[in-house]
């Protein structure tokens, strides 16, 4: 079965940077979206970003100009690049893609927390 295996995260000040990223152990579908979300304490999970196959991006409007998507269909890998970190951003992060299979799966989630 294919994981999908995030690393990354950690402690950050207000404005700092991290770089997430999420590799897949097997082969991921050709023409799915990758997502990347984020659960909040008490907070319900949300959409953070999507990039496709082609590399069309969105985000959601909290971290546009701050969050970037990548991909590196190569090494089966995608990258959240996150500037000017906020405190609101502090949570656990996953990973999201489709198998070949078509099965939907998540990465362990990484802990982002954004304090001085």
Known sequence: Q???VESGGGLVQPGGSLRLSCAASG???A???W???RQAPGKERELV???TPRGITRYTDSVKGR???SRDNAKGTVYLQMNSLKSDDTAVYYCN???ILLQT???QGTQVTVSS
Do not use: H
Request: glycine share 8%; aromatic share 12%; net charge negative.
């Open 67 to 69: 969050f970037t998507i």
């Open 31 to 33: 023409i799915n979206p």
């Open 27 to 29: 082969s991921i579908s």
């Open 49 to 51: 970003a999507t990039i």
């Open 35 to 37: 997502g990347c979300y």
């Open 97 to 99: 893609a489709v198998d």
């Open 105 to 107: 799966i998540w990465g």
């Open 2 to 4: 294919v994981q999908l």
